[in-house]
């Protein structure tokens, strides 16, 4: 059973990241911001509060996210572990999080800091490109997909975000900074490993991979 969770400012390759974690590990990949875009999508009442939030850089509150993730994370598809993408992002959901995991009898999360400087990320936010079905990210300058504007999997329309212009991504700099920076703090004496993020996505990986290779040969089914 593995839990994973990855951090890295906006733009770091989290997402990326995450697809490959997937493939290697077959764990349910969680990314918080894509679980609020899908409320703010069907218009429920956490999307109403989140939107106007999400749409200014800023942190949803956390007993918002905090019970949004419990839900998640209590699904079937997480019974054998889960990779959570954006999460925690405040002192306060790590210390929830430790709670419900240890609730739930699950191990304590290996953490992977994907660590790139605030000058590169912002570059590549903006050439930033999602699709809406499977959520893969391309980057319209260094992962451009097959086709212009389209998924390479699944022909989904790839969309820009929202919040990924210049100056909603200089706010969530300035919030990673300020507010998710001190949580690497908590995890700094757990099982903590650092990546350098400035590389290629394959390299990166390839780090990323060697790390939890090491892990799930000690790790019980
Ligand atoms: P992301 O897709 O991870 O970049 O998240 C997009 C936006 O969703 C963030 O800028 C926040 O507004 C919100 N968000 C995602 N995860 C969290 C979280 N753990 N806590 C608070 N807000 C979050």
């Not at 210390?95 to 590169?120: F, K, N, Q, T, W």
């Not at 300058?141 to 989904?156: N, R």
């Not at 929202?162 to 706010?171: G, I, L, S």
């Amino acid at each position: 059973m593995l839990v994973i969770l990855l951090f890295g400012p906006p733009g770091s390759g989290k997402g990326t990241q995450a697809c490959e974690i997937v493939g290697l590990t077959k764990i349910t990949a969680i990314s918080t911001g894509d679980l609020l875009r899908g409320e703010m999508k069907a218009g429920t009442e956490l999307g109403r509060k989140a939107q106007d939030i999400m749409n200014a850089g800023g942190l949803v509150p956390d007993e918002l996210v905090n019970a949004m993730l419990v839900s998640r994370i209590s699904r079937s598809d997480c019974r054998d572990g889960f990779l959570l993408d954006g999460y925690p992002r405040t002192v306060e959901q790590a210390r929830y999080l430790d709670r419900v995991l240890a609730r739930m009898g699950m191990p304590s999360p290996i953490v992977i800091h994907i660590d790139v400087p605030p000058e590169v990320v912002v570059g590549r936010i903006t050439a930033r490109r999602q699709c809406p079905v499977c959520n893969r990210i391309y980057n319209a300058l260094y992962q451009p997909p097959k086709v212009e504007g389209v998924c390479d999997f699944d022909d989904g329309r790839l969309f820009t975000r929202k919040d990924d212009n210049e100056v909603t991504v200089r706010e969530r700099m300035k919030n990673y900074e300020t507010i998710t920076n001190p949580v690497l703090d908590h995890y700094r004496n757990a099982n903590y490993h650092r990546v350098d993020g400035t590389r290629a996505p394959e390299v990166v990986f390839e780090e990323v991979a060697g790390v939890l290779q090491g892990e799930m040969a000690y790790t019980p089914e």
